[in-house]
């Protein structure tokens, strides 16, 4: 359980490092940087190129380790046999560029914290989507969990102000909202992929695609290198995928040691954990209101995460 609280820990390292890249602010009260790059799309598959160039060899290196028969599974899933697993990991792949591109562009619009949680209503449409592809029709207690979640979703949206205009705060929602909703799609092909193929090439996967797609995307979209400032991109980078690769890593041993559906519960605590670090890192602040919301999702995820368990909990009572 630590393991995984210490992974949801790390990560909100990896969303406050993306915002101030995108965008200037007090660090610990003692100095400001950031701002080196606008938060707009061809600048967000810059950023994620940058990541998974370190990441993806990491996880190369760390899979064989974790997974000494990944090269053989590798090389079955060229077989006629498992075509279709092969393309459902690619598909993950293309949308797990997506989204974290999304995701983004929200972080650098709209406060951290705020767009994780906007992000982490993505449980009410992966229920939605389990519904119509796998027939897992949603309980009662399921439908009251997920408008418990979207309120508290409403109440997380910030007003226009002289910091967030209208227009940014729209564009910021709909990023983080529609980066949710590709991660519930992501997660429903995951589920029938993993049905026949081993978690840690399939992770491996879906980063390869990821560098590959946002590498193409530079091409296509280029920023203009001749107003980068290169040495703190790279550090900041470099930072990022460290910390990215640390905690996806602490998560799968997490997950090794207490299963997915506990991990998934403490891993709800991924919104607040970054509202907090994003405070006292850059002195991003939230309303009451804001803090409420925050909680009540966090609370709705707990609750929609933990269906299965309490269910357990309660035929052995």
Known sequence: MLTVLLSSLVLTFHNVTVRVLFSQHLVLGLFFIGGYVKPDLQNSFLLMFMRMLLVVPLMAALAFKLYPSAGKEFQDLFSRERFDVLTQALGCGVLMFIYIAALYVAIGLIPTGIAL??????????????????????????????????????????QSSSSYSS??????????????????????????????????????????????????????FSPSSSQLDWTPLWIGSIFSGVVSFIGHTLNNLGIRMIGATKASIIGSSSPALTALVAWIAISESLNLIQSLGISVVSLGIVLLSGEEFFRSLQKRG
């Not at 906007?118 to 439908?143: M, Q």
Request: glycine share 8%; net charge positive.
């Open 117 to 158: 949680t906007l992000f982490f209503t993505y449980p009410v449409f992966t229920a939605l989507l389990a519904w119509k592809f796998f027939g897992d029709r949603p309980t009662i207690f399921r439908w009251l969990v997920m408008g418990i979640v979207l309120i508290g979703g409403v109440l997380t949206i910030p």
């Open 167 to 220: 227009h940014t705060i729209a564009i910021g929602i709909c990023a983080s909202l529609s980066a949710g909703v590709v991660y519930a799609f992501y997660n429903v092909i995951a589920q029938k992929c993993l049905e026949r193929f081993h978690p840690v090439p399939f992770t491996w996967i879906s980063f390869a695609s990821t560098l590959l797609l946002s590498g193409l995307s530079l091409l296509l």
